[in-house]
């Protein structure tokens, strides 16, 4: 079994090297934001792990469409690992999400439209978690957990494009195809968030691939068993 | 000799302490003494909005940054100075105008837009988008996503590390069994 914290783990230490870049960047580089103060630097943890709790729940969705194309156990490993490193992602994504609102809105939580989706994919990976949890293992468990994940990414393009649609309290989009080029950040606090999303990603994919890996370990511990039993039942024959 | 050291000492701690203690009841006083001649501005979003039979602005509350609700009257002469959502923006007085300063209000109630009020014994003098960068540094409110972003990935490595080891032992126990 290979070690999940080898210190020299190429992506280890690309996570690392990039997350100290972007710490430097947003604590020391980077000029505080006129309007909003300090507190504006939580944009540099809030949209990257964003970033990462959508883009777990498509590596899910992407998964388990593969799952129950191929059954192949590999992806449903892989859509496991995903969501629960997603749900970590999204329980921060809420979190810095609520921290940064206390102060500029004087409130935690509003039931705008992109809040209130950000909540809805929390919800998808817990209850996708909570359903492999409880749900008796089996070929069945998997193939209905697969369409849970599919199904629950039909969320995340709600989520990214609830700023435009409804023009609420939630800030406009700054990045991606639909950002409004009026509100897009300058080029410093650009770089700052480009750099800070790449390490985050990094950080996920490490995280990922490490509960891929435990996820190979316990499917090789039920086999171990399995083919353990079957000996001793032949023994006993 | 050590008498006379110590008898020294004393005193001087007691010159010190005498001396911070006048320089916290001067900065105080100062600090009142300012604080009358001049209300600072309260920066934050709009909770509320009172209007009169005819829909014309009477009173409007601001939370700030702590959390305190200012509520603030008007008068003919209060100045506004507030921007739309689209950033276009309108200016005018409670005079020319007092129900589109009350629609103006409910308007960034709505959106949760900031906005910095002068005033003076509770009424407000000018009521304007906030402009330049007024809130405290809130600077515990960065360490605490910091902190909690760190906390969870560190505690969450550490039980997949934790997983790793129950399973490796598994496996080799497993192993031995089956005489692999």
Known sequence: MNKILDLLDPLLILSATFMGVALYLIFIWVPTETNQGAVQRILYFHVPVAWGSMLGIFVVSGSSFMYLLKKNEKWDRLAVASAEVGLIFGGIMLLSGMIWARPVWAVWWTGEAKLTTAL???????????????????AQRQRLAAIIGVIGAIDTPIIYFAANLWSQAHPPLITGPAADSDSALGSDLGTVLLIST???????????????????????????????????????? | MSNVTNTASRSGALR????????????????????????????????????DDAGALIRFAVADSSGTIHTFTIFNGTEYG?????????????????SEAAR????????????????????????VEREEGKLETNLGYLFAVFAITWALFFVYVLYLGRKQRVLQHEIARLEGLSGK
């Open chain 2, 104 to 127: 103006r209000l409910r308007d960034h109630r709505e959106r949760f837009a900031p906005i910095t009020v002068t005033s003076e014994n509770g009424t407000a003098f000018s009521v």
């Open chain 2, 82 to 98: 507030l921007e739309n959502q689209a950033g276009d923006r309108w200016v005018s007085m409670q005079e020319e105008d007092p």
């Open chain 1, 198 to 237: 790449l390490a985050f990603s990094f950080v996920f994919i490490f995280m990922v691939q490490a509960r891929y890996k435990i996820r190979k370990s316990e499917d090789d511990v039920v086999e171990l068993k399995r083919s353990s039993s079957a000996s001793a039942m032949t023994g006993v024959n």
């Open chain 1, 120 to 138: 809805i994919l929390f919800f998808i990976y817990v209850a996708y978690l909570m359903f492999r949890a409880y749900f008796p293992p089996g």
């Open chain 2, 16 to 51: 010190f302490a005498l001396t911070m203690i006048l320089a916290l009841v001067v900065s105080v006083s100062l600090t009142q003494i300012s604080s009358a001649a001049h209300t600072p501005p309260v920066n934050g979003i709009v909770v509320g909005v009172e209007t």
